[in-house]
């Protein structure tokens, strides 16, 4: 198959609150240093949506918005895929709870926000677009099953894509039930042919290898963490432009090989 | 595209278990539909229930035990799947046969299950309850790949009532690109009161019966349901689907655009990605909640592609509407119609509303059909619209 070329990154990970910095911090210029990520408020959404925005949706925006901060495609141009392993657990618990209690009250906000395909939602609308979207998930191989179906709808469907990962920490007590540590989420944008500032082509296939660690061990954990920023190893590589192979978790019996080369 | 060979499928809902019962139902017009408790739900409705599946999983597969994840390994052993997916896995290898399965909830009635049984000193949930082979969103497809062995691709597509149509375009592109060299789709939703209770907030749950384009509809009848097909391109058979049409609303998270422009643009994809004019499509299965808002817009949006004297119907009054499994559901229908040479009419819809100018469909038809088109659409305006033929 073609490759397909990355355009632009965008990050929001505890330390690495967007890709200029954070790219820096991979690149070893500086050493990580773990920060609260503040919450961030999404200037692309009207303000109705941007009201009802839960700080899963915020957080996949962050860095969707970082990632379309540095390129001049639009973002109504380009087909979206979303990979979170569980979206919104905050959600679940309000509704699980409130389904304990009499009467049982859903607030509809709250209900509508429940899909996994909420922030799809949210964006399509912030970037007012009719271009497909798909929302997936595959556990801990959320980003690598996410970053493939990206691909595949660049190279098969013949669009440009924005690929969003994101995940947050569960509220108690389904906390303890689902182990993410803080909230992540990573963005690429990919593009069918190679421009001016395309970062490295790309190209995706599946693999019984195992998955390529981070030599840094608090890089490490960062990347052990959270779902999305199972991303790191191969964010690490774009940042430094070293044009070699990374393997990223993906499914059971099939991780995914991401072979990388200058652009 | 080229079309892609459905080697086999099967369909399992209120209707009843595999492609017969689902093929009789439709011709003589008996619905799934009943009134009819479920768990604790108090609302006053009609619900899709699937009969005797809800025995717990065992053995190696007793910590996916989950009602959906009972759901799905009842539909999978409908219709001799099973044994088509086996000889499927040795013809083409376990790591070649990739695994798509769309659901909007997943397990979270065991969630909800889990919620009750809180700890009323700690708040811990109970040590039963397993959140990643039951609640998560991928559960459902990790469990179909464990079920059936294979170590392909595997995703979850969840993008609310569209999620088991968007399966099929995921899993042929997968195909087209040599990721893998088949693929088991599928869509697997069952009843939970997250979905009851949720779309009641949102005052689309209707205490009469589900009646798609009745003049007098008052929203829908939740019903679930699984279902699986095998997409493999060395397959004899000669049903195949021909074309997928992606596209977002960009209007409301909740609503769908009143003139339809997302399914517009779903629908001309997937036509124009068949080299199919909308003359050629013999039938179309609706979304058609029975909501009043989706009826008319879905409406407007089939005038506009295709006038209106295409025949179509929904069959959410035989099914319920099975919300993340509904794209599969009605994928089967649409195929059954095509085997069997059928259109099945609207039931439940006594007076057609006069606001909806397509071609509503009051009596089945018996004709030989060449193409039919299915749409689904959900949540966060996502609609996906797939053409189904028969090569000849």
Same mark, same amino acid.
């Given at each position: 198959?073609?490759?397909?070329?990355?355009?632009?990154?965008?990050?929001?990970?505890?330390?690495?609150?967007?890709?200029?910095?954070?790219?820096?911090?991979?690149?070893?210029?500086?050493?990580?240093?773990?920060?609260?990520?503040?919450?961030?408020?999404?200037?692309?959404?009207?303000?109705?949506?941007?009201?009802?925005?839960?700080?899963?949706?915020?957080?996949?925006?962050?860095?969707?918005?970082?990632?379309?901060?540095?390129?001049?495609?639009?973002?109504?141009?380009?087909?979206?895929?979303?990979?979170?392993?569980?979206?919104?657990?905050?959600?679940?618990?309000?509704?699980?709870?409130?389904?304990?209690?009499?009467?049982?009250?859903?607030?509809?906000?709250?209900?509508?926000?429940?899909?996994?395909?909420?922030?799809?939602?949210?964006?399509?609308?912030?970037?007012?677009?009719?271009?497909?979207?798909?929302?997936?998930?595959?556990?801990?191989?959320?980003?690598?099953?996410?970053?493939?179906?990206?691909?595949?709808?660049?190279?098969?469907?013949?669009?440009?894509?924005?690929?969003?990962?994101?995940?947050?920490?569960?509220?108690?007590?389904?906390?303890?039930?689902?182990?993410?540590?803080?909230?992540?989420?990573?963005?690429?944008?990919?593009?069918?042919?190679?421009?001016?500032?395309?970062?490295?082509?790309?190209?995706?296939?599946?693999?019984?290898?195992?998955?390529?660690?981070?030599?840094?061990?608090?890089?490490?954990?960062?990347?052990?963490?959270?779902?999305?920023?199972?991303?790191?190893?191969?964010?690490?590589?774009?940042?430094?432009?070293?044009?070699?192979?990374?393997?990223?978790?993906?499914?059971?019996?099939?991780?995914?090989?991401?072979?990388?080369?200058?652009? | 595209?080229?079309? $892609? +060979?459905?080697?086999?499928?099967?369909?399992?809902? =209120?209707?009843?278990?595999?492609?017969?019962?689902? !093929?009789? &139902?439709? @011709?003589?017009?008996?619905?799934?539909?009943?009134?009819?408790?479920?768990?604790?739900?108090?609302?006053?409705?009609?619900?899709?229930?699937?009969?005797?599946?809800?025995?717990?999983?065992?053995?190696?597969?007793?910590?996916?035990?989950?009602?959906?994840?009972?759901?799905?390994?009842?539909?999978?052993?409908?219709?001799?799947?099973?044994?088509?997916?086996?000889?499927?896995?040795?013809?083409?290898?376990?790591?070649?046969?990739?695994?798509?399965?769309?659901?909007?909830?997943?397990?979270?009635?065991?969630?909800?299950?889990?919620?009750?049984?809180?700890?009323?000193?700690?708040?811990?949930?109970?040590?039963?309850?397993?959140?990643?082979?039951?609640?998560?969103?991928?559960?459902?497809?990790?469990?179909?790949?464990?079920?059936?062995? $294979? +170590?392909?691709?595997?995703?979850?597509?969840?993008? =609310?009532?569209?999620?088991?149509?968007?399966?099929? !375009?995921? &899993?042929? @592109?997968?195909?087209?690109?040599?990721?893998?060299?088949?693929?088991?789709?599928?869509?697997?939703?069952?009843?939970?009161?997250?979905?009851?209770?949720?779309?009641?907030?949102?005052?689309?749950?209707?205490?009469?019966?589900?009646?798609?384009?009745?003049?007098?509809?008052?929203?829908?009848?939740?019903?679930?349901?699984?279902?699986?097909?095998?997409?493999?391109?060395?397959?004899?058979?000669?049903?195949?689907?021909?074309?997928?049409?992606?596209?977002?609303?960009?209007?409301?998270?909740?609503?769908?655009?009143?003139?339809?422009?997302?399914?517009?643009?779903?629908?001309?994809?997937?036509?124009?990605?068949?080299?199919?004019?909308?003359?050629?499509?013999?039938?179309?299965?609706?979304?058609?909640?029975?909501?009043?808002?989706?009826?008319?817009?879905?409406?407007?949006?089939?005038?506009?592609?295709?006038?209106?004297?295409?025949?179509?119907?929904?069959?959410?009054?035989?099914?319920?509407?099975?919300?993340?499994?509904?794209?599969?559901?009605?994928?089967?229908?649409?195929?059954?119609?095509?085997?069997?040479?059928?259109?099945?009419?609207?039931?439940?819809?006594?007076?057609?509303?006069?606001?909806?100018?397509?071609?509503?469909?009051?009596?089945?038809?018996?004709?030989?059909?060449?193409?039919?088109?299915?749409?689904?659409?959900?949540?966060?305006?996502?609609?996906?619209?797939?053409?189904?033929?028969?090569?000849?």
């Amino acid at each position: 198959m073609t490759a397909v070329y990355v355009e632009t990154v965008g990050l929001a990970a505890p330390g690495l609150p967007s890709w200029r910095e954070g790219s820096a911090t991979l690149r070893g210029e500086h050493p990580f240093v773990h920060a609260v990520l503040p919450l961030h408020t999404p200037l692309l959404l009207p303000v109705n949506e941007r009201r009802r925005a839960t700080p899963a949706i915020r957080l996949a925006f962050q860095a969707a918005e970082d990632s379309m901060n540095a390129t001049a495609l639009s973002a109504a141009s380009l087909a979206t895929v979303f990979a979170s392993s569980d979206a919104d657990l905050a959600i679940i618990h309000r509704i699980c709870l409130a389904l304990t209690a009499t009467p049982r009250f859903i607030s509809p906000t709250d209900f509508h926000n429940s899909v996994h395909n909420a922030a799809a939602g949210y964006w399509s609308i912030a970037a007012g677009t009719r271009a497909a979207s798909t929302t997936i998930s595959a556990y801990d191989g959320s980003f690598a099953a996410g970053l493939l179906e990206a691909c595949l709808q660049v190279q098969v469907d013949g669009c440009d894509a924005l690929l969003v990962a994101f995940d947050l920490p569960a509220p108690e007590p389904l906390k303890p039930t689902r182990p993410i540590a803080f909230p992540a989420a990573v963005a690429l944008v990919l593009t069918r042919q190679p421009t001016a500032q395309s970062l490295a082509a790309l190209s995706c296939a599946t693999t019984a290898a195992a998955e390529t660690p981070l030599a840094d061990t608090a890089l490490e954990q960062v990347r052990l963490g959270n779902p999305a920023s199972r991303a790191l190893p191969l964010l690490q590589r774009l940042a430094l432009r070293r044009f070699e192979g990374v393997v990223l978790p993906m499914a059971a019996g099939a991780n995914l090989s991401v072979e990388l080369s200058a652009p | 595209m080229n079309p $892609l +060979r459905i080697s086999t499928y099967t369909v399992t809902s =209120a209707v009843g278990a595999g492609r017969a019962a689902h !093929a009789q &139902a439709l @011709r003589t017009g008996a619905t799934g539909l009943r009134k009819q408790e479920f768990d604790t739900n108090t609302l006053d409705c009609w619900l899709g229930e699937v009969r005797e599946f809800d025995v717990p999983l065992t053995g190696a597969l007793a910590d996916w035990d989950c009602r959906n994840n009972r759901l799905a390994e009842f539909a999978l052993n409908q219709d001799g799947f099973l044994d088509a997916v086996a000889a499927c896995r040795t013809r083409y290898g376990a790591t070649r046969v990739g695994v798509f399965v769309g659901t909007s909830t997943s397990g979270v009635q065991h969630t909800e299950l889990a919620y009750r049984a809180r700890d009323p000193q700690s708040n811990a949930l109970p040590a039963w309850f397993d959140q990643r082979r039951t609640q998560n969103i991928f559960s459902v497809a990790a469990f179909v790949a464990l079920r059936l062995a $294979l +170590r392909g691709p595997a995703l979850a597509i969840s993008t =609310a009532c569209s999620s088991s149509a968007k399966v099929f !375009a995921a &899993a042929r @592109r997968a195909i087209a690109a040599g990721t893998c060299d088949a693929a088991v789709v599928g869509g697997v939703d069952s009843l939970c009161l997250t979905t009851l209770y949720g779309f009641n907030a949102l005052q689309l749950i209707s205490a009469d019966v589900c009646r798609p384009a009745d003049s007098a509809r008052q929203g829908i009848s939740i019903g679930e349901a699984g279902g699986f097909a095998l997409l493999d391109p060395g397959a004899g058979s000669s049903l195949a689907l021909f074309g997928y049409g992606e596209a977002s609303d960009a209007y409301h998270m909740s609503s769908p655009e009143p003139g339809g422009k997302g399914a517009i643009a779903s629908m001309r994809a997937a036509l124009g990605q068949a080299k199919v004019a909308p003359r050629e499509v013999d039938y179309i299965n609706l979304h058609g909640t029975g909501t009043v808002a989706n009826d008319n817009a879905e409406s407007r949006a089939i005038c506009e592609v295709f006038g209106t004297a295409t025949p179509c119907s929904s069959t959410k009054g035989w099914t319920g509407h099975t919300l993340g499994a509904a794209g599969m559901v009605e994928a089967a229908v649409s195929l059954l119609a095509i085997e069997h040479g059928f259109m099945p009419r609207s039931l439940n819809t006594r007076i057609k509303d006069p606001a909806i100018e397509a071609g509503i469909l009051l009596e089945t038809r018996f004709e030989p059909l060449r193409q039919v088109l299915s749409n689904s659409f959900g949540f966060g305006g996502s609609n996906c619209s797939l053409l189904f033929g028969r090569l000849t």
